[in-house]
């Protein structure tokens, strides 16, 4: 098993530097110059010409390439155009605010969701599932800007709608996410649950007279729990790049925003240090995903995880 | 039992994640400050033996005698000469050697941290005589040494500024910027408390340039000390203004504290939050529950339906006229733009009365020239005719009886500049027209346009400075008619831009900007002005001797403005 991680870790240098590549060339064909952007309507022909040669921005793509990468090897990400600091800093004072709503969403959501599923598998087609499938559709179809600023209007005076000052404020922003997260869970849950619930061993276990439904569910449990860990994994991937959206809505300075605001800026370097930054942290997760796999399915684990 | 340890592992892993994440909570006990020496900005702030403290904490203490206010998008930089556009710290920390403000309803340069000064007679040499009592916020003396770095530095080419036009018309600072010189030759400290500046050419507007928040003042000591952090890190960022850094949480909040030494006198309240709200509606409701102190409705306008048409906020509104006015730029480059009958008859055809009523709530009025109302050198312009049967007669007369195609540009995720030019699209296509909306995005827009290459836009131009050289010269210079993708012919009207810059004579210099105008507007038809909208503001009951500046800026200074529960 280590050396399938270890292939697996490997295997994701190129795949970051193919993306930086892609970043790089596309940035390059697309119209509009950082300065220009900054200057907006007080645009400055004169300023513009002076400034882009200091700051090489009519070097030829290849030639900016080649030293960022060199940076990059070293550690240096660059220094955002648009903000004047460090990429590094303004990711790591990011991050943190992004990591903590996505982790309490997605662990909201598990709590929530998992057992909201077995519970419908379980009693399928009763009042119970109706209902707990209905609010997971709900969360799952209503997009995150409705649900967030409904309860924005809701709780205005009674929760923060605004900010990340104290752990009062990841609520409402947690409970957005969180919906959406769990409706997903629950009917997964569910739909698996079912589904091993259909199988050959589990009616032999019936018809042999095992013990009542419990004990069958921790059998069937096990083994419906497969797609279950692979989609909390990407779910942790999706959430830890950043929900634009509920960042924006709930003025949270994190991860999300940051990348938004670098791509209409045209701010290159916060662009490119936050694509390959998120683009590392999804390759993490679903390595944790498949790891996960490995660990919980022994097939998969005697095969030498392929 | 290895399945469940994993869960079990997860688990704690989470829960330690949770723990360890509390530091990603912005308490204000370890700020963010972006330089990452957090302490030291504490200290520094927290230094000088003055009262005001930054509040415990950056959650909103309801009941405190701070001002918040929002802001939809992050500063660069709050350093003025490399930023273009966001003014509000800097017009709060810094003083100009003269200011800008309404004087019984008319706006007036006045002394600041210039007492008096004299002009010779060629307009060439302008003498100031500096207040002798203004210390920056490190407790350092200003004397005129420090008018003379602050010009320099905008046009070391080290600086690498964006608003080196501000000072480029004294005498030597395109010398500077160009690397022929190492300082500028035309501002000289004839002692600690007089410095000289001598421009290339006369400039008529020079006065009213140097009260615009880029000519800002800094100390030569502290700025040089700062380095690149100035203007970024809020313990090495000084100037002289009513209120001084105190902490700036990057993407989440800046605090500014009441400078108590300030020459004026200190400031009623005890410092300015400035908190970044990206959405309209979430400002809204932090209004409502008491979070924000103003919040600026033309700037947040999806929110100005809610408190214009709600009788509860009547005397919370406050408004003033804006400086500035929205028009459409026809780009002469593009047909069917080329023809000026074209251009007259899509003039013609807007019934701009009706847009403004009904869109705008009638809060403004119409214009028919680039000269807005309050501006020096406004004028009683003639009144460009609602007349669609006259539009409908020009556009056969130009050869489009058929129908005349034509493209309205625009950038992507502008619900108010889409709302209007389907408005004009339906006026327009009554009289034979057949418009069609183009949507870019922001950077590809404004990359576009400046190359000559837009087409029919909206477009808006509030003052920098109170002079009509601000309103002319920045769109039909013929370098700068490019760059506005206006692309206008007339080598007479770029003459006589440069020509009225060197004029002495105030009223011939007037008379000549009318002129330019009238060609331009009435003549030419090069743009099509709309109106001059109304700046509308809403305060809280306890926010008092809150005025809109005399630009109509969101931006303004919060000196005057005071807390009273």
């Avoid at chain 1, 909201?108 to 077995?118: C, D, R, V």
């Avoid at chain 1, 999804?282 to 030498?304: H, S």
Wanted: aromatic share 10%; hydrophobic share 45%.
């Amino acid at each position: 098993m280590l050396k399938y991680i270890a292939k697996r870790v490997l295997v994701t240098i190129p795949v970051l530097i193919g993306i930086v590549f892609l970043i790089f060339v596309m940035l390059s064909v697309v119209p509009g110059d950082p300065l220009t952007v900054m200057m907006g309507e007080r645009v400055k022909v004169d300023v513009i010409e002076r400034l882009s040669v200091t700051m090489h921005l009519n070097d030829p793509w290849y030639v900016r390439f080649g030293w960022y990468l060199w940076d990059a090897l070293h550690g240096d990400f660059g220094t955002s155009y648009k903000l004047s600091r460090s990429v590094s800093s303004l990711i790591a004072n990011a991050f943190p605010k992004t990591l903590l709503l996505a982790v309490t969403a997605a662990v909201l959501s598990w709590i929530i969701g998992i057992p909201a599923g077995i519970l419908s598998a379980v009693k399928k087609n009763s009042l119970v599932d109706h209902l707990f499938m209905g609010v997971a559709l709900c969360g799952v179809s209503i997009p995150a800007f409705s649900v967030g600023m409904l309860l924005q209007n809701v709780f205005n005076g009674i929760l923060p709608v605004s900010g990340f000052a104290s752990p009062r404020h990841l609520i409402l922003p947690a409970m957005v996410l969180g919906w959406n997260a769990a409706g997903t869970i629950a009917r997964l849950t569910r739909s698996s649950l079912l589904e091993v619930l259909e199988d050959d061993y589990i009616r032999t276990a019936r018809a042999k007279g095992l013990a009542p439904l419990p004990v069958i569910l921790g059998h069937a449990l096990k083994n419906s729990l497969l797609p279950v860990i692979t989609m909390m994994a990407i779910q942790i991937s999706s959430l830890l790049s950043g929900a634009v959206i509920t960042e924006t809505l709930f003025s949270i300075p994190g991860i999300g925003r940051l990348t938004v605001d670098a791509i209409n800026g045209r701010d290159m370097p916060l662009l490119q240090g936050t694509v390959i930054f998120t683009t590392a942290v999804i390759i993490a997760g679903n390595l944790v995903a498949d790891i996960l796999y490995c660990v919980v399915d022994p097939r998969i684990r005697v095969e030498g995880g392929k | 039992m290895k399945k469940y340890l994993s869960f079990f592992l997860a688990g704690v892993m989470a829960a330690a994640m949770l723990g360890g994440c509390g530091s990603a909570f912005d308490d204000g006990s370890s700020p963010t400050s972006a330089a990452g020496d957090s302490s030291a900005a504490q200290t520094q702030a927290a230094g000088q033996g003055e009262t005001a403290q930054a509040p415990a904490g950056n959650t909103v203490q309801q009941g405190d005698n701070m001002i918040h206010i929002p802001s939809k998008n992050e500063f660069p930089t709050v350093d003025c000469q490399k930023n273009t556009e966001f003014y509000v710290v800097p017009l709060n920390i810094y003083d100009r050697l003269v200011e800008c403000e309404m004087v019984d309803g008319v706006a007036t340069i006045v002394p600041s941290l210039a007492s008096t000064w004299d002009i010779s007679d060629d307009g060439l040499v302008y003498t100031f005589h500096l207040r002798d009592d203004v210390t920056f916020h490190n407790g350092i003396k200003f004397t005129a040494d420090d008018v003379v770095y602050t010009i320099e530095r905008m046009m070391d080419p080290a600086t690498a500024a964006m608003n080196t036009d501000f000072f480029s018309m004294i005498k030597g600072a395109n010398a500077m910027l160009e690397g022929e010189a190492d300082g500028v030759e035309g501002v000289k400290a004839l002692d600690d408390y007089t410095v000289e500046i001598t421009l290339e050419v006369p400039f008529g507007p020079f006065l009213a340039n140097l009260a615009t928040p880029s000519c800002s003042i800094y100390s030569r000591e502290a700025t040089e000390a700062a380095g690149d952090q100035f203007g970024i890190d809020p313990a090495v960022t000084v100037g002289t203004g009513p209120f001084k850094m105190a902490d700036w949480v990057l993407n989440d909040r800046i605090t500014l504290v009441r400078y108590d030494d300030y020459f004026k006198g200190p400031a009623k309240a005890d410092g300015l939050q400035i908190i970044q709200v990206p959405d309209e509606n979430t400002q809204k409701l932090m209004y409502e529950n008491g979070e924000l102190d103003v919040v600026d409705l033309s700037s947040s306008n999806s929110q100005l339906p809610y408190f214009m048409g709600n009788d509860a906020y009547k005397d919370n509104l406050v408004t003033g006229p804006e400086a500035g006015q929205y028009f459409y730029a026809f780009n002469q480059d593009m047909k069917p733009m080329d023809d000026v009958r074209v251009r007259k008859a899509i003039s013609m055809a807007i019934d701009r009365q009706t847009i403004l009523d009904q869109m705008y709530n009638g809060a403004g009025h119409v214009v028919n020239s680039m000269l807005p109302d309050g501006i020096l050198g406004s004028y009683d312009a003639q009144e460009i005719p609602y007349d669609p049967e006259g539009a409908r007669a020009l556009l056969a007369e130009a050869g489009y009886g058929d129908g005349c195609e034509l493209e309205i540009w625009q950038m992507t995720d502008n619900p108010d500049a889409l709302a209007i030019n389907q408005v004009v699209q339906s006026m327009l296509n009554e009289v034979g027209f057949k418009v069609s909306i183009k949507q870019i995005d922001e950077a590809a827009y404004y990359a576009e346009r400046k190359e000559g290459r837009i087409g029919m836009t909206r477009a808006v131009w509030w003052g920098d400075f109170n002079d009509p050289d601000n309103f002319l010269y920045t769109f039909f210079t013929q370098r700068n008619t490019k760059a506005r993708s206006i692309n206008h012919k007339n080598t007479d009207v770029y003459q006589w831009l440069e020509d009225a810059r060197a004029m002495i004579d105030e009223d011939e210099r007037m008379a000549l900007y009318q002129k330019i105008d009238t060609t331009m507007v009435q003549e030419e038809a090069a743009v099509f002005p709309l109106f001059q909208m109304d700046h509308i503001v809403v305060v809280q009951d306890w926010v008092k001797g809150f005025e809109v500046p005399w630009n109509g800026w969101t931006d303004t200074s919060y000196y005057k403005v005071s807390i009273e529960r």
